[in-house]
């Protein structure tokens, strides 16, 4: 096991939900499978006016995020959170800085700092050049990292503008962009799967594989964040960053090495040969947008998304699209990508399909199905093959069987969540599961030209579909020959076909 240095973790933004939500409770449970180092210090900071208690109290002691076991064993935990305000993120960090130097004296954090950027991304560049006239950059006598959450960028220009911006006081090595997709199992698992095992990746190009098809999907619609969804929508929100960081994990070809470097250089290579879509005619059929209506799934009513709080209710924001696009090079020539995300599904999951080419030649009744690989990165995590087996009796009658693997099924304790594992891999200095700059900017360049059409193409279409469906039912028709969109249930092994809870 690697060893993680004594260190204190400065959360910009701390007053907000995603504190309380994910980052304590992600801190603690490290704390308490002990990966935390021996001298650890939180310190929160925001523009509200909050003592060291009252702020252990909003996001530990009292947080509904925590059950009430877990509270009998965390003071000791809450003991090395603490609290600093500051009067905007403009101003000056001197305070700041005086209670982080203070802090780092009394429990001898070693001036290691992590910077946790959860606040609006406005004012990330603020930030970041604070910190460095204040001397918090420095790294003569510890390590500085910057953690940013997403969104890195609303489109290709403020995305190389904020790179720049960071890069200012910060060098890219101590840049950690965050992507909690990155922090799942299973989707690291993708790595393994593909570069473990000799029988997949003889296989795993055009000569075999016909399409690959990715799902995710959402039940809840945008709850309480229509505000900032309603600006964002479905593409930024999901593609441009956690699904098209699965899109590079599948299409990337063998790093040198399992290392930071290695493998992120083969991401960005991937990202980098997506087919940019140039024109209106083939941005108009690869690509479909849609919003979901109001309706009644299991008997109760669902508002629809224009009448969502915060949500313009002549919004032309998306909350389903599907994309299909070419990766332009040696191995994925000509195999086209199916993607698409959207909320108010009939389900929660994310899945990657690999079809495979049909035999050439078909000898047997009902052989003529692809094989597919299914590989759930959630829920019922895990990996499905399916393909022919014949049905018993006379002749040759083949049917569909499954060959699975769930990660229910192993036997190892606890798996760690995205935002453990992160932290904890921020915490040691390993960047593998962050993504680069280059990486962001070569996503970006990708979608840009789509949102542009959204916006303002001629013959855009926003198709309607009824919360609790697949879609618009249209979408099946992105798929080239007869196929369709396998809409998966909450198990692997569902096969269902078009489903509709209302
Ligand atoms: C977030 C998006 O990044 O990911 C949300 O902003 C979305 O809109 C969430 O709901 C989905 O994450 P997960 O891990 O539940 O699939």
């Known amino acids: 096991m690697k060893k993680t240095k004594n260190q204190m973790l400065i959360i910009f933004g701390a007053s907000g939900d995603l504190t309380a939500r994910k980052l304590i409770p992600a801190i603690y449970q ?3 499978d002990r990966d935390l180092p021996e001298n650890y210090v939180i310190l929160g900071t925001s523009r509200s006016d909050m003592s060291d208690e009252e702020f252990r109290n909003k996001v530990c002691l009292e947080s509904e995020h925590f059950s009430d076991e877990e509270k009998s064993l965390i003071q000791s935990f809450a003991d090395k959170i603490f609290y600093q305000a500051i009067e905007g993120y403009e101003e000056d ?62 489109d290709l220009k403020t995305a190389q503008a904020l790179n720049k911006d960071l890069l200012e006081y910060f060098k890219e090595s101590q840049i950690y962009r965050i992507d909690h997709y990155l922090g799942k199992e299973t989707v690291q698992n993708l790595l393994v799967t593909r570069f473990s095992n000799s029988i997949f990746e003889p296989l795993w190009n055009r000569n075999y594989i016909r399409h690959v098809e990715i799902t995710n999907a959402e039940s809840i619609g945008v709850e309480k964040r229509g505000g900032y969804y309603d600006k964002s929508g479905a593409l930024r929100d999901m593609f441009q960053n956690h699904l098209l960081q699965v899109v590079s994990l ?35 059929e690869h690509t479909i947008r849609g919003q979901y209506g109001a309706a009644e799934i299991n008997g109760e009513k669902v508002m629809g ?40 599904m009939p389900t929660k999951v994310t899945e990657v399909v690999i079809h495979f080419k049909s035999t050439p030649h078909s000898l047997f009744v009902g052989a003529n199905r692809d094989n597919k690989l299914i590989i759930r990165i959630h829920p019922d995590e895990g990996i499905m093959m399916k393909f022919g087996v014949k049905v018993p009796g006379q002749g040759f009658i083949v049917e569909e069987a499954n060959m699975d693997f769930y990660y229910s099924q192993l036997t190892r304790n606890r798996v760690m969540g995205a935002y453990e594992r992160l932290l904890l891999d921020a915490m040691q200095g390993d960047a593998t599961l962050y993504a680069r700059g280059d990486e962001v900017e070569a996503a970006w360049r990708f979608v840009d030209p789509i949102l542009d059409y959204w916006q303002n193409g001629k013959d855009v279409r926003m198709y309607g579909y009824a919360a609790g469906v697949w879609g618009p039912e249209n979408s099946d028709e992105l798929i080239e020959g007869d196929y369709i969109w396998r809409n998966p249930g909450p198990n692997i092994a569902d096969d269902p076909g078009f489903c509709v809870l209302c």
């Open 30 to 32: 490290l704390y308490k």
């Open 93 to 154: 960090y001197s305070a700041l800085s005086d209670r982080v130097h203070e802090l780092n004296n009394e429990f001898r954090t070693e001036s290691n700092y992590i910077f946790y950027l959860s606040t609006p991304p406005k004012v990330y560049k603020n930030i970041a050049h604070k910190l460095g006239q204040a001397g918090l950059n420095d790294e003569s006598e510890g390590f500085t990292r910057l953690i940013v959450e997403k969104p890195f960028g609303y």
């Open 305 to 344: 998304y224009r009448e969502e709080e915060g949500v313009d209710p002549e919004s032309l924001t998306e909350t389903f699209a599907a994309i299909k696009f070419y990766i332009d090079n040696w191995r994925w020539k000509g195999v086209p990508f199916y993607v698409r995300t959207a909320k108010r």
């Open 250 to 284: 599948v299409a990337m070809e063998p790093p040198l090495e399992a290392t930071a470097e290695e493998i992120r250089n083969e991401k960005v290579k991937a990202l980098k040969a997506l087919r940019i879509m140039k024109d209106e005619q083939t941005l108009y």
